[in-house]
């Protein structure tokens, strides 16, 4: 039968889940990338390095996609675009700026139009991979989210018009969209040179996963599955089920070559995972990902992201040199990698991230609104 669900104005399930999105890039960064890998057993190393070959790319989607979720579902009606670009502003570009001055210090320079670019966030829109992952590398997902929030105001106004039974193949759109893309990097972008090892051109990378407008459509489609989700159409697909068809699935990401595997592969699991995710949070059956502790996690997760680069590429060569370790010493250095990127971050996030949040990113204080009641098939 049908039943009321009462849905929440936050969603501490999501923000639970962005903690273990951001552990999944440094274990990316930490086992895939040479001069920072700390294994003298090569074949080892070589068996954690694919394995983890797609989890980057994964957790990228996924924040796009939940991105463009969270920012639906909290959109107020008495919002303004200045106000939503404040809170947007102050929330982002304080972390941004400290690390970007930490790793111009620590890890070098870079051409000052380069570091300038870094800084203002529209190094993504340049198509070259070293400008693209310049300064602090993971900084060019922030430059296609400043994009994003830019154009936000704009396509949220229509994206609430759609009709209802009409946003299942707004949504579907989405998805086509964004699994296009790959097909249109090869027929588009020039074919040389090639990145060794993933044959692949360098501008076909690019095209696929820096190019702000060729990942619009997995914020879109966050946008759009908020919308589902809201108005009770969410297929009747538990948490547990979304985390199994991602795990399931991951296997099968690892052998699909790229510039497909970037996003096309993983898309339709982090869509499930971000649209069931928000169910069980309104059917209050999520228990461990809205947990004190994961929230708590969650809440430090984007301060972890900006500042975990500092860790691996200079904490790493400053103190170890290139010195390569047995492979239990090596696993216990990768995980005092990530509880120092998680201390480090915990430093960042209260001493610059929540005070700045909290004393600029709105002019008054905003009242909280009465969650509204939807309904969802539930037996």
Same mark, same amino acid.
């Given at each position: 039968?049908?039943?009321?669900?009462?849905? #929440?104005?936050?969603? #501490?399930?999501?923000?639970?889940?962005?903690?273990?999105?951001?552990?999944?890039?440094?274990?990316?960064?930490?086992?895939?990338?040479?001069?920072? =890998? &700390?294994?003298?057993?090569?074949?080892?190393?070589?068996?954690?390095?694919?394995?983890?070959?797609?989890? $980057?790319?994964?957790?990228?989607?996924?924040?796009?996609?939940?991105?463009?979720?969270?920012?639906?579902?909290?959109?107020?009606?008495?919002?303004? @675009?200045?106000?939503?670009?404040?809170?947007?502003?102050?929330? *982002?570009?304080?972390?941004?700026?400290?690390?970007?001055?930490?790793?111009?210090?620590?890890?070098?320079?870079?051409?000052?139009?380069?570091?300038?670019?870094?800084?203002?966030?529209?190094?993504?829109?340049?198509?070259?991979?070293?400008?693209?992952?310049?300064?602090?590398?993971? =900084?060019?997902?922030? /430059?296609?989210?400043?994009?994003?929030?830019?154009?936000?105001?704009?396509?949220?106004?229509?994206?609430?018009?759609?009709?209802?039974?009409?946003?299942?193949?707004?949504?579907?759109?989405?998805?086509?969209?964004?699994?296009?893309?790959?097909?249109?990097?090869?027929?588009?972008?020039?074919?040389?040179?090639? *990145?060794?090892?993933?044959?692949?051109?360098?501008?076909?990378?690019?095209?696929?996963?820096?190019?702000?407008?060729?990942?619009?459509?997995?914020?879109?489609? $966050?946008?759009?599955?908020?919308? &589902?989700?809201?108005?009770?159409?969410?297929?009747?697909? @538990?948490?547990?089920?979304?985390?199994?068809?991602?795990?399931?699935?991951?296997?099968?990401?690892?052998?699909?070559?790229?510039?497909?595997?970037? &996003?096309?592969?993983?898309?339709?699991?982090?869509?499930?995972? &971000?649209? %069931?995710?928000?169910?069980?949070?309104?059917?209050?059956?999520?228990?461990?990902?809205?947990?004190?502790?994961?929230?708590?996690?969650?809440?430090?997760?984007? %301060?972890?992201?900006?500042?975990?680069?500092?860790?691996?590429?200079?904490?790493?060569?400053?103190?170890?040199?290139?010195?390569?370790?047995?492979?239990?010493?090596?696993?216990?250095?990768?995980?005092? %990698?990530?509880?120092?990127?998680?201390?480090?971050?915990?430093?960042?996030?209260?001493?610059?991230?929540?005070?700045?949040?909290?004393?600029?990113?709105? /002019?008054?204080?905003?009242?909280?609104?009465?969650? #509204?009641?939807?309904?969802?098939?539930?037996?």
């Amino acid at each position: 039968m049908t039943l009321p669900v009462r849905l #929440p104005e936050r969603l #501490p399930s999501l923000t639970g889940l962005r903690f273990f999105g951001a552990i999944a890039v440094i274990l990316f960064h930490a086992l895939c990338l040479p001069p920072i =890998t &700390v294994f003298q057993d090569e074949k080892v190393n070589g068996i954690l390095a694919f394995l983890v070959s797609k989890i $980057g790319f994964v957790s990228v989607t996924f924040f796009f996609i939940l991105s463009g979720f969270v920012l639906t579902w909290s959109a107020r009606d008495d919002d303004t @675009p200045r106000k939503f670009w404040r809170r947007r502003f102050f929330r *982002i570009f304080p972390n941004h700026a400290v690390m970007w001055a930490a790793c111009l210090l620590l890890l070098g320079g870079a051409p000052v139009w380069v570091a300038l670019l870094n800084l203002l966030l529209v190094q993504s829109w340049v198509p070259n991979l070293r400008v693209a992952s310049s300064v602090n590398i993971v =900084t060019w997902s922030l /430059s296609c989210e400043l994009f994003f929030y830019a154009i936000f105001p704009f396509l949220l106004r229509p994206i609430k018009r759609i009709a209802r039974a009409r946003l299942w193949f707004w949504t579907l759109g989405a998805l086509v969209a964004v699994l296009v893309v790959p097909f249109l990097a090869v027929v588009l972008m020039p074919g040389e040179p090639k *990145i060794p090892v993933i044959n692949v051109s360098t501008y076909q990378y690019w095209f696929s996963y820096n190019f702000p407008i060729a990942r619009l459509g997995e914020f879109l489609l $966050g946008m759009l599955l908020a919308r &589902v989700v809201r108005e009770g159409l969410w297929i009747r697909l @538990p948490l547990w089920g979304a985390l199994t068809i991602l795990g399931v699935s991951y296997f099968g990401m690892l052998a699909v070559p790229l510039p497909y595997g970037v &996003v096309a592969a993983e898309v339709i699991p982090c869509a499930l995972l &971000v649209a %069931a995710a928000a169910m069980a949070e309104a059917q209050g059956t999520n228990r461990f990902f809205g947990s004190r502790l994961s929230l708590w996690l969650g809440n430090i997760s984007y %301060a972890l992201f900006m500042s975990h680069a500092i860790v691996l590429y200079w904490g790493r060569p400053f103190f170890l040199g290139d010195q390569k370790f047995s492979t239990p010493v090596a696993l216990g250095l990768v995980a005092l %990698a990530v509880a120092l990127s998680i201390l480090l971050a915990w430093v960042l996030y209260v001493t610059v991230e929540r005070p700045i949040v909290r004393r600029w990113s709105t /002019s008054t204080a905003v009242r909280p609104q009465p969650a #509204p009641v939807v309904t969802s098939s539930a037996t």
